[in-house]
Every structure is written in structure tokens, then in C-alpha cells.
């Protein structure tokens, strides 16, 4: 009688939609409060909280699952799965924000740009004018920068979580 080990991928693709169904109803809840235009630390701290918590349960799931069993490659590959899975939703619900849901959120966003630069007094109006044009033209680079950051946060999370829930088979 063989014990067959779990998918890696199976954890991944079920925590990843759990954590990107989490992050959309928390950046619906930034949109119903009107706080998506800002860089709020507090929202970005809180979303690597949950980001941590998300990925560490489905490495302890998948160990559990696992006869109690885990290795650092498997914690790794859990986690930057679920990492991954809820970054390419994350990009694709900021893509529909931006596009289809707030379809002025270029406007409003380069207002309160417009606000922040004219207030630090360093700029003249040209200046923030070219600034403002230069960030809507490269509004697209965010999209593959944010799904890096979830690859680069996810992969974080699951080292530290699969070296502290790592464990060897039993000999016996």
C-alpha cells in the first residue's frame, strides 16, 4: 500500500483564490470609503497580514494533509502558488477598477497628484504637468510590478513559514 502525497498545486490554486477573494472584498471596502486613490501604509500593512496568514495556513494544510510531513520545497511551492494565483487576480481586479469600475480613477488620481506635488511648493506648474503625464502613460508598469511584489512577499512568507513548520518523515 503506496501513501501518495497531496498536490502543491491543489493547496495553491485553493489558497490563492481565498486570498484573492479576500484582497477584493478588502479593496471593494477601500472603494466603498473612497480611499483606493491614496498609498495608505496601514492598507498595505494589512494586506501583507493577511497575505502572511493566508499562505502560513495553507503550508500547515498542506503538512497536515501530508501525514504531518513537509519540506522546504513544498512550503515553497505552496506558498509562491498562492502568492501568485492571488496576484494574477489582484492585477486583474485593479485592471477592471481602474478601467471599468472607477473609469475615472486617472482623473482623481492624478488630482490628488496634483494636490501632493503643488503643496511640497518644489514644483512649477509645467513640472507637475509633465510629472502627471508621465505617470498616466506608465500607469501599466504598476500591474507587473504589484504581481512581482505578491511573488517576492509570497515567497518571503512561505521561507520563514516552511522553515519554522518543516519536518522530516519518521523513520519508523
Known sequence: ???????????????????????????????????????????????????????????????????????????????????????????????LLVNVIDASFMEKFAEMQRAKLTEMGKFTSEEIDKQIEASKNYFWIGYPIALIMSLFFGFIVSLIAGLIMKKAPSEY
Open 1 to 95: 500500500m503506496e501513501n501518495t502525497q497531496p498536490k502543491t498545486g491543489k493547496f495553491a490554486l485553493r489558497f490563492g483564490l481565498i486570498l484573492g477573494a479576500i484582497s477584493i472584498v478588502f479593496s471593494l471596502m477601500l472603494f466603498s470609503l473612497d480611499m483606493h486613490y491614496e498609498q495608505n501604509t496601514a492598507a498595505g500593512i494589512i494586506g501583507i497580514v493577511v497575505m502572511a496568514a493566508v499562505v502560513s495556513i495553507a503550508i500547515f494544510q498542506y503538512r497536515k494533509a501530508n501525514n504531518n510531513v513537509l519540506t522546504l520545497s513544498q512550503a515553497l511551492k505552496v506558498g509562491i502558488g498562492v502568492a501568485l494565483i492571488a496576484g494574477v487576480i489582484g492585477v486583474i481586479y485593479q485592471y
